[in-house]
């Protein structure tokens, strides 16, 4: 509060309701998704029909089948999670060479560079997705032609959701690292090789651990970046759908509550990642 | 590591850090998107036969579909981008300025929660809201304000409600930052020099807020321009949103070289949109970037 600021009370009032307003807004929508997780109802509605854990548990019996039991959602967050493994490893091992080479190297185009690196972030996802799309198809094809391969990973499948997700994920990556490696004291590395430490040592016992907050904290936002990530990912899907697309798909036929099931599981996994983030790093950005 | 090393191993380390940064800048961004440029720019003329030509550019401005939903896509995308612009503010200034530690912090905290969840969920909860057997028109017929259930789904008003909620973090996140680092004792001066509360937020508050406000608006808006999963599920099934054309000429249709054209389009609109916000705000790409 700044003291010395006239505020009336009805301005005071003002603000106060309009700040709970803002959070009922904020949060309506979760609670409703969480709240019909339960509802014993056939489908996501009103009114309230009494608890169940049905659509978690239930299997196949009074055509309920609970999140547990329904396979394709299953194997969809299985799928999901393997991309986005790899698109984190990916990001972070490009995005902390990327923050080496923008805050650590002096070269001629480094300026042209960084400011490349931030394009990615420009591009609406759905562009990235179909420009690499045809690139990559365009690429299959001469390697067809030219040699006779059939590069099935450059067909729409999981390799190019990576592609398409990396494409702006390590551009986060490389803001999220170069900006701690910028605040790092030099002076520490120089005492290191004074002693005597090589080269390799001194990046394992002094410079590595010291990004190990942003390393940890960049992964954490690409991997939850990459697992809801829809516009890239939908241009790119071959048959094996990620849960976003496949969520997508069925809200539009009109789905059972089994896909609040599933949001529900999402929010209790997506909160208990951002409370270790907050306790580890509190000066975490997004 | 400059001052170590002989000047091969200096260049040998660059050209090992370059590496990664090229093969993602050029290959999967540069590359990639020249390609898309040529296709846009070709006509089939038979089977596995092409031409240079306009053709897909020229399909856009002929036919009225096409232009229209351009058009509704950036309109409706610049209101989203001011109605999030509107409502966050004064909560990026209860963050920043009304209160103080834990509350403070408590409430940032609060705002981000609902962003660690997918949009799919949250769309899916506005579905559950607004649709004609959801939650709001129960609500209302047993109010007694409507007689009979109304769907609330599929109009512009709703797509608005999804496209500010989803952009919502991305405007109070750098409007936050930018309202944080104004010095207290400015706002105060400027009262005690008889400043209204108004000439104050115009004078004052506003002018330091803008690297701020232009990095929330230009993310906002290539957000929601760009946006797929909000438009189409609370906007209906007309393809009424820029990116379903696009989509649906790519994948449905297999027109890749009209859904190239439709890319490049959408990619003209946001860069130009970007620009101006630049150009208007004074702010440097580098700078505004930094701060989202």
């Known amino acids: ?286 | 590591m400059a001052e170590v090393g002989s000047k091969t191993t200096r260049l040998l380390l660059l050209g090992l850090l370059l590496a990664p940064a090229l093969v993602w800048l050029v290959g999967v961004i540069l590359l990639p998107h020249l390609d898309l440029a040529l296709l846009s720019f070709r006509e089939r003329i038979g089977p596995g036969e092409f031409s240079w030509s306009l053709a897909q550019y020229r399909t856009f401005f002929a036919e009225p579909l096409y232009w229209d939903v351009f058009v509704r896509t950036a309109v409706i995308s610049v209101i989203a981008t001011g109605l999030t612009l509107l409502i966050a503010f004064p909560i990026a200034w209860t963050i920043a300025k009304l209160t103080r530690g834990r509350v403070s912090a408590l409430l940032f905290a609060v705002c981000l929660i609902p962003f660690w969840v997918s949009e799919t969920v949250r769309t899916l909860g506005w579905m559950i809201l607004l649709r004609e057997t959801g939650v709001l028109p129960a609500v209302l017929v047993s109010l007694g304000i409507t007689d009979t259930p109304v769907e609330m789904l599929y109009r512009d008003a709703t797509i608005l409600v999804g496209l500010v909620y989803t952009s919502l973090l991305f405007m109070v996140v750098p409007l936050y930052s930018s309202l944080e680092s104004l010095d207290d004792s400015l706002i105060e001066a400027a009262y005690d020099l008889g400043g209204s509360g108004w000439t104050v937020l115009r004078t004052v508050v506003i002018p330091h807020a803008a690297p701020g406000i232009t990095a929330g608006c230009i993310v906002v808006f290539m957000l929601t321009l760009g946006n797929y999963l909000t438009a189409s599920l609370l906007g209906g099934k007309n393809s009424l949103w820029f990116t379903e054309q696009i989509y649906t000429q790519f994948i449905t249709r297999f027109n890749w070289e009209q859904g190239a054209a439709f890319g490049f389009l959408l990619l003209a609109l946001s860069s130009l949109m970007v620009w101006l916000g630049l150009r208007l705000s004074g702010q440097k790409f580098a700078d505004v970037m930094s701060r989202t």
């Open chain 1, 1 to 286: 509060m700044i003291p010395s600021l006239p505020r009336p009370l009805w301005l005071r009032i003002a603000t106060g309701v309009f700040v709970a307003a803002f959070l009922v807004f904020l949060f309506l929508p979760l609670v409703t998704v969480a709240a019909f997780a339960f509802n014993d109802a056939p489908y996501p509605a009103p009114p309230w029909q009494g608890f169940t854990l049905d659509w978690f548990t239930g299997n196949d019996a009074e055509g309920r089948t609970g999140l547990f039991k329904d396979e394709e959602l299953m194997g969809s967050i299985l799928t999901s999670l393997l991309v986005a493994a790899w698109v984190t490893l990916l990001s972070v091992v490009v995005g902390t060479t990327n923050a080496f080479l923008m805050e650590r190297m002096r070269f001629r185009g480094q300026g042209l560079l960084s400011l490349l690196m931030l394009v990615p972030l420009v591009i609406p996802g759905v562009i990235l997705g179909i420009s690499i799309l045809a690139f990559a198809s365009r690429v299959a094809d001469l390697l067809g032609d030219v040699f006779g391969w059939e590069a099935e990973f450059l067909r729409p499948g999981l390799p190019l959701v990576v592609l398409g997700q990396v494409s702006f994920l390590i551009a986060i990556a490389t803001l999220t690292i170069s900006a701690r490696l910028k605040r790092f004291d030099r002076t520490l590395e120089e005492a290191a090789y004074n002693l005597g430490a090589s080269r390799p040592a001194v990046l394992a016992t002094i410079t590595l651990p010291y990004l190990r907050p942003a390393l940890i904290g960049s992964a954490a936002i690409v991997f939850l970046m990459s697992f809801q990530d829809f516009n890239t990912t939908l241009m790119l899907v071959g048959a094996d759908s990620p849960l976003t697309v496949m969520m997508y798909g069925r809200m539009r036929d009109g789905a059972t509550p089994v896909l609040n099931a599933v949001s529900v599981f999402l929010m209790v996994a997506s909160t208990a990642i951002a409370l270790l983030l907050m306790r580890g790093d509190d000066r975490r950005r997004t």
